[in-house]
Nanobody, 122 residues
Framework: HVQLQASGGGLAQAGDSLRLSCIVSGSVFSVNFMAWYRQAPGKQRELIADITRTGIAKYAQSVEGRFTISRDNPKNNMSLQLDLLKPEDTGIYYC????????????????WGQGTLVTVSS
């Protein structure tokens, strides 16, 4: 049974840093791309960073230069370093991963973590 567990959210002040983690548990064949999404209050969920299995990262313009995504393939986990936080970074952060669970499967599937709340005060 594959699960993603996100953690590391909390309260921060503008300019502070936080580090979010996402752990993939359960038996998997391969974890392909991994990503972080954010849902701000009253807004739709948006993609803010993703990373391929080979480590190629992309960022939303709103977080470029302040957030850093990374992953540890042998451990099947991913992190998001949040620096220079702004009040507009407040929201629930979700991790997601495209996972090939079993080599006999015909395709991979997208799995979601439960979300971790980040609140940034001015």
């Amino acid at each position: 049974h594959v699960q993603l567990q996100a953690s590391g959210g909390g309260l921060a002040q503008a300019g502070d840093s936080l580090r979010l983690s996402c752990i993939v548990s359960g038996s998997v064949f391969s974890v392909n791309f991994m990503a972080w999404y954010r849902q701000a209050p009253g807004k739709q969920r948006e993609l803010i960073a993703d990373i391929t299995r080979t480590g190629i990262a992309k960022y939303a313009q709103s977080v470029e230069g302040r957030f850093t995504i990374s992953r540890d393939n042998p451990k099947n986990n991913m992190s998001l370093q949040l620096d220079l936080l702004k009040p507009e970074d407040t929201g629930i952060y979700y991790c997601a991963a495209d996972i090939w669970v079993d080599p006999a499967d015909t395709s991979s599937k997208i799995f979601w973590g439960q979300g971790t709340l980040v609140t940034v005060s001015s």
